[in-house]
Nanobody, 126 residues
Framework: QVQLVESGGGMVQAGASLRLTCTAS????????IGWFRQAPPEAREHVAA????????HYKDSVKGRFTVSRDNAQNTVFLQMDSLKPEDTAVYFC???????????????????WGQGTQVTVSS
């Protein structure tokens, strides 16, 4: 079992930055692909960024390209989402998710992931 905990959310003004952290426990995540998702009810949960187990392969949702950066530190069992130039439309609960992956692939479908954190709220005011 992998337990995931997100942190780093908060309330900021448009144009500000936040850094989200996904801390894993229970297993070493060096062989797990990680995804970041967000959900702003009543919308469905949507993919934001995904990173392969070794960090070499990364995918971003088009609307966050150039503003968000995903990275990981497998030695610290941690994955980060650096969010710059935040916009009001980025307001949502952000989740990290993990799935075992031995092929260095990334995954963008929520159903591809087995383990989820509880989420952290990000609110961006205009």
């Amino acid at each position: 079992q992998v337990q995931l905990v997100e942190s780093g959310g908060g309330m900021v003004q448009a144009g500000a930055s936040l850094r989200l952290t996904c801390t894993a426990s229970g297993r070493a995540i060096g062989s797990y692909a990680i995804g970041w998702f967000r959900q702003a009810p009543p919308e469905a949960r949507e993919h934001v960024a995904a990173i392969s187990s070794n960090g070499d392969n990364i995918h971003y949702k088009d609307s966050v390209k150039g503003r968000f950066t995903v990275s990981r530190d497998n030695a610290q069992n941690t994955v980060f989402l650096q969010m710059d130039s935040l916009k009001p439309e980025d307001t949502a609960v952000y989740f990290c998710a993990a799935r075992a992956s031995g092929d260095n692939a990334w995954y963008i479908q929520p159903t591809s992931y087995n383990y989820w954190g509880q989420g952290t709220q990000v609110t961006v005011s205009s």
